[in-house]
Structure formats: C-alpha cells, structure tokens
C-alpha cells in the first residue's frame, strides 16, 4: 500500500514503511573519520585545500569565453557584459564544488587523510 506524503503533497505517494528523514541529516554511515558531523560556513571554507581553490578559478575561467561567445549571437555590445555575468556564474558553481567537496571530508564522506592528521591531532 502507499500513503500521501503529507497532506500539501496529495499527488505524491510514498511506498508504505517508507522512511522520510529529516532535511540535512544523513542516516549514512560516513566511510572515513567523521572531523565534524555539521561544519558550519567557517569550517568547511577554512578547510579548502589548493585543489579547491583550482576548482574555483577553472570553473570561471572556463565559463567567461562561452559568455563572451553566447553575447556576439545577436548583440556585439552585450559581449563583455555577458562574459563578466557568465564568469560570475562560474564562480559561483565552482565554489559551490569546492564547499560540497571540503564539507564531504570534514564529514567522513570523502576521502580526508589530511585532514585528520591535521585537525585531529589539533583538537
């Protein structure tokens, strides 16, 4: 049998014996040592390594000519304004990147040899 999800969502069935966790919590084992189960903003960006910060640069580097490129199809003058929004587009998505991966080693998700042998031995 199926039951409604709650009654806002009457459309949307759940198989019945269904477990709905709540927002942000994993019910997952972390793979590796878990440094801190709920990092807060500080944590996780004081955490990025040189390979995020790559992340980072990549992501709007490579985004600014498809802007500068998508901005000549009709409007010559709308080339620099496109590529300045698609580089801040890419900023954005490589940060994004960056916070999930450096968050997934301070939770044990990821692999974080480094980060336990810094920040173990610390606490």
């Known amino acids: 049998g199926y039951f409604p999800l709650s ?3 009457g459309e949307r069935l759940l198989p019945l014996g269904a477990v709905v966790g709540e927002m942000g919590v994993s019910k997952d084992i ?3 040592p878990c440094i801190y189960p709920n990092p807060s ?3 996780v960006t004081k955490n990025f ?3 995020d910060y790559k992340i980072i ?3 709007t580097l490579a985004s600014m000519p498809y802007g500068y490129i998508a901005g000549t199809s009709r409007l ?3 080339r620099v304004p496109s ?3 698609a580089g801040i587009i890419g900023l954005h998505g490589g940060f994004f990147i960056a916070y999930q991966q450096s968050g997934g080693r301070l939770m044990g998700r990821l692999a974080n040899d480094n980060e336990v042998k810094e920040l173990m031995t610390s606490k």
């Open 41 to 43: 903003f500080t944590e």
């Open 30 to 32: 972390p793979k590796y």
């Open 49 to 51: 390594r040189t390979d």
């Open 83 to 85: 590529m300045v929004m």
């Open 57 to 59: 640069a990549m992501a």
């Open 76 to 78: 010559p003058q709308m």
């Open 7 to 9: 009654p806002w969502v």
